[in-house]
């Protein structure tokens, strides 16, 4: 029994000890999400952790003015944590006092041997004189053990209710955890459909706004037409009369015979436009545009389902059961008003079976291009395109509609004000762990690799050597290495190929592929194992490498058969690990499995297709160098 109450007392302790400084609680303080730690400990948290966030639950809390040592006390830790520290106090000194035998409190001097049955107390032998004449005694160790099966029965009983507390408080350490994990699950759930949601209406008021541009430009066409068909009968009018008016004054001039042969000519002019000398004003309708008062959609609802009535508990048995857990809302009910998978009956066409897109043409205008090269799509559906000739980076949704534009300049606001705009050709584009995007290019007398956010703003930048070839661009965003492909040479000399793996402030951390014949590299990917994948225009074939850039194999080789490649470009993989590749000499874009076999053909009628770019729903995005951009849903 020692052993059993060593362990609950060991029970007790831990879930009154602090989770920090794992040692009895000083001075509790209690956070707003319940959780208890040490005043001194909170405080040395607080000064490191900015802003502040409860240790075990990360939840952010706002301290009071005064800090730390204004938040709640935990009286209760503190009261339980001052009564084990006293019984353990207690027990110590009990256990250095020597048994010195039991002397009666009332009269010091005797010792008590007895037991009062009547009294149910010990006794010595003055008291049985005294106040316990004639009451039936016996001695004090056979009445010990006479009321031992009762006590160690009493003392079997709490130490279970002790236990049943225990339980408790663990299962109550349980739900915390579970509730914290719901908790994070739902928030997330609701992140992602607003993510959704906003990607939607930004689609659908797009949509609205180029429809009403439409009919504002359609109507006032019309109304121009309406102005120039009047100008156009005036102008004839005006230049009939005008003759007849200088034909007359010649004639006057010239005599009175003439003037009087032509008098009633000139008589019938005039007299022909003297009716039409108030014109009638041109009636014109211009359209008026009125916004709708159409409410913001509404996300959905967080729900705390309701629980069946919990039963009166009856009378406390002599040993309780452990107590009732907490009742809690199960895992709340979530729902997007516009969600898809729960649409039936009138839903769009498109939802049901996405078309393939293609939009782009040449030139320097919205949705035009010089050479789209390289593409990326963010988790949010946005693609970018590094529009060479233009020098800049055009977004478009996934339906192909155009968002926003901005050049690719390499310096910041004040450099460019100190020394004027310097833009580059942007060759490839992709995006980093945080959203952000890195552009390689040249300009006139350099190349970059330059670093911006989604709305064009330079974040950093790093120089590049100089060469005369294509470079692409990816991230390993599990190490936050910028990993960019180079081609040194030229027409004259054989050209090698290699991989730098960069840090985001240009450190160059290592080279790849030196050892394996590479040529002339265009794309590159890092998978979802942090594999490497580089195509190769003159190898006509594609290197693999693993993360540390151990060359692991390659695959393809020249030809137009099933596998076979000619100078091939763009190249992706989607989350099965499958590699998406720009067969550009062939015209076509292919699919081929991890370890680089042939699976399918995804599209064999395009001219050049030049990169490409995997959606998180699965679609495939390809630029064609003749300036056309292709989304593929159904492959």
Known sequence: MAAASSSLRAQIREELSCSICLELFTRPKVLPCQ????????????????????????????LPRQGVADLPDNLMAASMCERLQNQATLSGETKEQPQSGNRCSFHPSEEVKLYCKQCNVPVCTECCEEGHDGHPTTGLKKAAQEKRSTVQALINEGRNILESYLNFLRSLREKEKTLNEQKQQRDNSIIQTYNQTVQTMVQALTQSKDLLLSESQQNHSENLDRIQTERDRVLADLNELSVACDRAEQELQQGWAEFLSQQTDFT??????????????????????????????????VIAQSLPSAPIPAAPAPIPAAPAPIPTAPAASFGAARGRGHHHGNQRQWEHQPQNVTFGKGGSGIEQFQDACGVTVSEEGEIFVADWGNKRIQVFTLQGTFILQFPTIVSSPLTQFLFGEQKMKPHDVTLDGEGNLWVVGKTHPGEFAVQYNKQGRVLGKFDLQKTRWFRGVAVDTRRNHILITQTTGDLCNPTHGEVLVFRPDGTLVRTVGQQQGMENPHYITVDGEGNILVSDWDNHCVFVYNE????????????SGEGRLINPKGICTDRAGNIILADNGNRRVEMFDKTGGFLKHITTDMRAPQAVAMATKGQVVVTDVYNTVSIFHNY
């Open 268 to 301: 019938e002019v005039v007299g022909k436009y003297r009716g039409k000398a108030a014109l009638t004003p041109v009636q014109t309708q211009p359209a008026v545009f009125q916004p709708t008062d159409t409410p913001v959609p509404v996300l959905g609802h």
């Open 548 to 559: 540390d850039g151990q060359f692991l194999f390659q695959f393809g080789g020249e030809g």
């Open 35 to 62: 959780h208890t730690f040490c005043q001194d400990c909170l405080q040395d948290h607080a000064e490191v952790q900015v802003p502040f966030q409860c240790p075990i639950c990360r939840r952010h809390v706002r």
